[in-house]
């Protein structure tokens, strides 16, 4: 298996290290590491990116230096792994707002007069990794999975990033031996790059 290069996108935004989130980023991190692949990380946290509040702003608004560099990791990628907890049912407010930031117009995707937009991020793909405090049953067959579908059709898709795969961990504050599981997993994902 050839090396592969690893976005790790940690989007709790909260940077309290004790929340899950994070140790499963740490975790498929150490993995990628000990399998000689090279990763790089954003923490959301730490960026706290302002949500955008007009259109002009989002086409012609100059980037911060952090957003820049985050658009850079995204170039340099192959591989994009994307943790964050579900909050009243969706994404973190902070998260939605480092895609915002981040999937410009000119960078992520371009239009195109009476076409559908260029798609710029193609030959990625991406890892969904979503926390929450219920049953990761009752998400998929009650809720229907219903944001992961969106961020994967509307934000993902979008710009051409291919998700291949999801991990929906449930009952994150339950039982310490299904919390050790995810983490061998985690870690196993991460040597094998998916």
Do not use: C
């Not at 929340?19 to 499963?24: G, K, N, P, Q």
């Not at 509040?53 to 985050?70: D, K």
């Not at 990761?136 to 229907?144: E, S």
Request: proline share 7%; aromatic share 8%; net charge positive.
């Amino acid at each position: 298996m050839s090396n592969k290069r690893i976005l790790i996108i940690d989007g709790h935004p909260d940077p309290d290290h004790a929340h899950f989130v994070h140790a499963l980023a740490d975790r498929y991190a150490e993995g990628a590491v000990e399998a000689g692949h090279d990763i790089r990380r954003l923490d959301i946290a730490a960026m706290a990116p302002p949500p955008l509040t007009t259109r002009r702003e989002w086409e012609e608004g100059r980037p911060s230096p952090a957003i820049v560099a985050a658009q850079d990791a995204l170039l340099w990628s192959e591989h994009i792994v994307l943790l964050y907890p579900l909050w009243l049912g969706d994404m973190p407010a902070l998260l939605k707002a480092f895609f915002e930031q981040v999937m410009r117009p000119g960078f992520a995707f371009r239009y195109r007069e009476g076409r559908l937009p260029e798609k710029k991020l193609k030959g990625r793909t991406a890892h969904l990794v979503v926390t929450m405090g219920m049953p990761a049953m009752i998400y998929r067959l009650y809720y229907g999975a219903h944001s992961v579908k969106s961020l994967e059709r509307n934000i993902l898709k979008f710009v051409g990033i291919k998700p291949t795969r999801r991990s929906i961990v449930g009952n994150v504050e339950g039982d310490d031996d299904i919390r050790d599981d995810w983490l061998r997993t985690m870690a196993e994902a991460g040597r094998s790059a998916q």
